[in-house]
């Protein structure tokens, strides 16, 4: 039901979304005199501003047509390298250049889609052969595809090594630093020939003990059959995924809009107030974050709540006592991958100490193999987007890569 009536309002609201659309359209039309004058502009401007945060969203693309590689413009474009049913591995092929660091990021399954990481890849791109997990809207998947679940990330991150071959790197952002981790503990553990160079963590809740955050808090004052009660609903029938248990991806914005519901409500302010004034640079900004911040997507109701028992409620990483299909997850297995851990001082997500664990977790890795960044005055998406990332954090990924590639 719960579905099924957010899929109504949904059909709502996209009408309502196309009438003021509409509206600000006509109101900003040369030939309208009232878009010159009296309240004309701004009834446009409030229009548009609804009418955009009215708007259906589906699945943004990544859109980086071309980067730049010393001074010289390359055309890049994107290759489905492995496709499996709940995501796929794509690369970002640099037309025309051979050879670089081979770099595999691990996106978020947590309600948003990968395109989220759209900067960071942008910025890394000129100097790495750059590889990202695309995963897949759990209500598109039908369910003869079977289950999803935390073990199954983790094998589809060793197979998604495996196909890029041995000598890679990875950079895994917020929640994936937990089963990547213990993907390179299991591959350290086989020998494996395709476990990673280096393992970049940014903003990852390795250990939820420490500095707990809101997300924490939320996680862990309910017992685990609150969430399979109140938050897993079932696909509707107009989904290839219809009868399929899922974490619904409109749920999970609900509840990241309602943490910080005054910023988000200044933000689209100062985009009315933009709008008013003509400046459509800056408004055409703030839309653009909406844009990818609101596209969401559904989680698979087995690996939400696998990971809120594994991570958040039990800390079986950090206790040693996290398992894949009933093996130990040792961490004490890894000891030639570098390990770096980025955290940002003012992160809400992931608190101070959660993503450093992984350096004290490591106990056989030398300490010329672990480094710690904080990232100061950065908050959680600053990690890993926007100028911050670009300037003064990608720049030390650079270097450890670097570092360890030979």
């Known amino acids: 039901m719960l579905y099924d009536a957010y899929e109504l309002q949904r059909s709502m609201l996209a009408g309502a979304s196309a009438m003021a659309n509409f509206g600000a359209g006509l109101l900003q039309n040369p030939a309208n005199p009232f878009a010159y004058f009296g309240g004309g502009p701004v009834l446009a401007s409030a229009l548009e501003v609804f009418a955009h945060a009215a708007a259906s969203r589906g699945k943004p693309a990544f859109g980086l047509s071309h980067t730049e590689i010393d001074g010289k413009r390359v055309a890049v474009h994107e290759e489905i390298v492995l496709q499996k049913p709940f995501g796929q591995l794509k690369r970002f092929v640099r037309e025309g250049v051979e050879g670089g660091p081979r770099l595999l990021i691990v996106a978020p399954m947590s309600g948003h889609f990968a395109t989220l990481l759209r900067g960071t890849v942008e910025r890394m791109l000129p100097f790495a052969d750059v590889y990202v997990t695309d995963w897949r809207d759990a209500k598109l998947v039908p369910l003869s595809e079977g289950r999803f679940d935390l073990d ?45 160079k280096t393992l970049t963590l940014m903003g990852g809740p390795i250990d939820t003990r420490e500095a707990p955050t809101a997300v924490n808090t939320l996680a862990t004052e309910r017992p685990h059959a609150w969430f399979e009660q109140n938050v897993i609903a079932t696909v509707p029938m107009l989904y290839p995924g219809a009868g399929r248990q899922v974490y619904p991806g409109f749920l999970q914005l609900a509840g990241f809009m309602s943490m910080n519901l005054g910023n988000h409500m200044i933000s689209h302010w100062e985009m009315f107030k933009h709008l008013v004034q003509g400046d459509g640079e800056s408004a055409e900004a703030t839309m653009d974050f909406y844009d990818e911040y609101r596209s969401v997507s559904d ?48 992160d809400d997500i992931s608190g101070l100490g959660q993503t450093k664990a992984a350096l004290t977790l490591a106990t056989n890795l030398p300490d010329a193999m672990k480094q710690y960044h904080m990232a100061k005055s950065v908050g959680h998406y600053g990690i890993f987007n926007g100028s911050k990332w670009r300037t003064r954090i990608a720049p030390v990924v650079e270097q450890w890569i670097t570092a360890h590639d030979s």
């Open 152 to 196: 199954d990330y983790v094998d589809y991150v060793v197979a998604f090594l495996e196909k890029i071959g041995p000598g890679a790197h990875v950079l895994a952002v917020c929640q994936p630093s937990v089963p990547v981790y213990a993907a390179a503990a299991l591959m350290s553990a086989d020998n494996h020939p395709c476990r990673p």
């Open 299 to 346: 989680m698979t109701a087995e690996f939400y709540l696998q990971t809120i028992d594994v991570v958040f409620q039990h800390h079986a990483l950090p206790k040693g006592e996290m398992t894949h299909r009933g093996r130990p997850v040792d961490p004490g297995a890894i000891t030639d991958i570098a390990l770096l851990a980025i955290e940002g001082e003012r």
